[in-house]
Nanobody, 115 residues
Framework: QVQLRESGGGLVQPGGSLRLSCAVS????????MGWYRQAPGNQRELVAS???????TYADSVKGRFTISRDNAKNTVWLQMNSLKAEDTAVYYC?????????WGQGTQVTVSS
């Protein structure tokens, strides 16, 4: 089983920043495109950022210019740097293989943006 371990979430004021980490184990990380997803209560899970094996990123329009996804294949880790956070960014954030997800979701990490 591929293990996905998200961390780095927390409570932050609007305009603040957080850096989320995703540690991947049990697979061959270097051959997976990866994505960050989020799910707010009552909403569907949505893709917010993705990164190819070679490091090419894409972003949802809602986070473009504020979030940055990166990866280090030697560390089997994907990060999501989140700046200029807004209340609407509040959600549980998950990482997974992009498009073709693993049949497993980690615990996620809660991001709450509130004053």
């Amino acid at each position: 089983q591929v293990q996905l371990r998200e961390s780095g979430g927390g409570l932050v004021q609007p305009g603040g920043s957080l850096r989320l980490s995703c540690a991947v184990s049990g697979g061959i990380f270097s051959i997976y495109g990866m994505g960050w997803y989020r799910q707010a209560p009552g909403n569907q899970r949505e893709l917010v950022a993705s990164i190819t094996i070679g490091g090419t990123p894409t972003y949802a329009d809602s986070v473009k210019g504020r979030f940055t996804i990166s990866r280090d294949n030697a560390k089997n880790t994907v990060w999501l740097q989140m700046n200029s956070l807004k209340a609407e960014d509040t959600a549980v954030y998950y990482c997974n293989r992009w498009e073709t997800n693993f049949g497993y979701w980690g615990q996620g990490t809660q991001v709450t943006v509130s004053s």
